[in-house]
């Protein structure tokens, strides 16, 4: 692939982890040091993530970040401090320049994956472009998805990401035919915590089952993926955004080794 940044091998899983969202600043490089630590004994490339503005939050009360300036400067402090590399997603055309320059690669959210001008403005950004397959979406039809990023000079990686697929209200199911499926147009990575989310399920916010992810995890690993999504936290009880389908960090090495043995067999 074309990009001077290259992230999948068959030796080392991507492993894209963090809190949903930037909480502030003290917490984020807590979280970002211990996962650190939790990768560097393990076979896998970590990627950290986290949202600098979640704006698709189910109420308007909801939180969404400490604001754009100071969590796009969290997220640099964590890139500058630790040395990791530095993921999240992007909302608008206009965002892409700014928040470029303070990440290492750029997610489009399942709902806008078939924005062609945010696929195309990320794309030219020279940054690893992850998409996410929409919840309503048929798993061949993200090579349309793959087509438009790669259809723009010097644009960096690509890579698809599964989350499930609306079943009904406040549900998700994953069908794990998509996962080969959509490995016939680029690596692709299976996001655990929101295959298990139950979106808008709480009424006010979304809800999910978090004891389902070491579950989905195991038989993705087993279908075949090229990364793993992670949505973790210090206490899930208390995060300020998906709490219910996020794992804690106490049990996110244990998901990681069962996950490794799996794709080693």
Not at 232 to 257: I, Q, R
């Amino acid at each position: 692939m074309e990009g001077g940044l290259s992230l999948f091998s068959k030796e080392r899983l991507l492993v894209i982890a963090g809190p949903c969202v930037v909480e502030g600043r003290e917490i984020t490089l807590r979280i970002a040091e211990r996962l650190q630590r939790i990768c560097a004994k393990r076979p896998v490339r970590l990627l950290f993530k986290a949202s600098f503005d979640k704006a698709n939050r189910t109420s308007v009360a909801s939180y969404r970040g400490p604001g754009v300036d100071e969590a796009l400067a969290i997220l640099a402090d964590v890139r500058e401090r630790t040395g990791l590399l530095v993921h999240t997603d992007i909302h608008e055309r206009a965002q892409v320049a700014e928040v470029a320059r303070h990440v290492d690669t750029l997610q489009i959210p399942a709902f806008l994956c078939r924005q062609t001008d945010l696929l195309l403005a990320a794309a030219a950004s020279g940054k690893p472009v992850f998409v996410k397959k929409g919840q309503f979406v048929a798993p061949e039809d993200m090579k349309h998805a793959v087509e438009k990023v790669r259809s723009v000079a010097g644009h960096g990686e690509v890579a698809l990401v599964e989350r499930g697929t609306t079943f009904g209200y406040h549900n998700l199911v994953v069908d794990f035919r998509s996962l080969p499926i959509m490995r016939r147009y680029a690596p692709v990575v299976f996001d655990a915590t929101h295959s298990v989310q139950r979106p808008g399920g709480l009424g006010h916010a979304s809800g999910g089952d978090a004891s389902m992810v070491p579950v989905l995890a195991r038989a993705a690993a087993a279908v075949g993926i090229d990364g793993l999504f992670v949505e973790t936290h210090e206490d899930p009880s208390k995060a300020l955004s998906d709490g219910p389908n996020m794992v804690a960090l106490d049990a996110l090495p244990a998901l990681l080794d069962e996950v490794e043995r799996i794709r080693g067999a």
